[in-house]
């Protein structure tokens, strides 16, 4: 194997064609030579670009926690309920691990991804400089696994739903930055990639 190290191929899903990936300008794609399937498309990735999309996902986050998810009204009275309220009521009522596992996924994991994204964008230099750059990117994918924003909105809406007839529910403003934060975690995962930081820094 007389690989470079330093180059990277790109492999065709379908045919599993190796090929050597090409320098792409904003929505210039790439296509497999022998089967013409997308392998690559060039976007608009900039590093102001990539830290402003985490600095709206980070006020998304926080506006996520802080405000209430839902208002319920049953019988006169009013009940509201936070992010972290309910992650207490689950784990106050017997179910912990659940508890547990919507603060992982809704709460921590989408937090770290984004501070993650926010501390090696605004010093990509010197993350770079000090070979930490692979190790975060690689700490920043392992975290999107466990970050199930999507999960979580999908669970809520269900509830919502099936607690309509119940009694009256007024969705709270966490619940639309939820739904936000949805397209904007997808945006910052396209941005947080090594070609994509890399091609921004040297374009800049
Ligand atoms: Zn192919």
């Known amino acids: 194997m007389d690989r470079a190290p330093s180059t990277a191929r790109l ?8 090929a050597l990936p090409a320098s ?5 794609v790439s296509r497999c030579p022998r089967c013409g399937v997308e392998l690559d498309r060039g976007t608009y990735a900039s590093r102001e670009a990539a830290l402003a999309i985490a600095a709206a996902a980070a006020q998304l986050w926080i506006l996520m ?6 208002e319920l009204s049953l019988a006169g009275t009013q009940r509201q309920t936070t992010l972290s309220g309910a992650v207490v009521a689950l784990a ?5 691990a659940l508890a547990a596992l919507v603060f992982l996924t809704a709460v921590a994991a989408p937090g770290a991804e984004i501070a993650l994204a926010l501390y090696a964008l605004a010093r990509l230099e010197s993350v770079a400089q000090s070979g930490a750059l692979g190790r975060m990117i690689r700490w920043f994918r392992t ?3 466990w970050s199930m924003v999507d999960v979580f909105m999908l669970g809520s809406l269900v509830s919502i739903v099936k607690l309509a007839h119940l009694a009256d529910l007024v ?3 966490a619940l639309w930055a939820c739904a936000a934060l949805l397209p904007v975690l997808a945006f910052l995962g396209l941005y947080v990639r090594p070609q994509k930081l890399f091609a921004g820094s040297h374009g800049a």
């Not at 106050?92 to 912990?96: E, L, N, S």
């Open 143 to 145: 975290l999107r696994r």
């Open 65 to 70: 926690n802080v405000f209430p998810l839902v």
């Open 11 to 18: 492999v065709c899903p379908q045919c599993d064609l190796l």
């Open 92 to 96: 106050t009522h017997g179910m912990p």
């Open 171 to 173: 969705v709270g403003p």
């Open 24 to 28: 792409l300008r904003a929505n210039e």
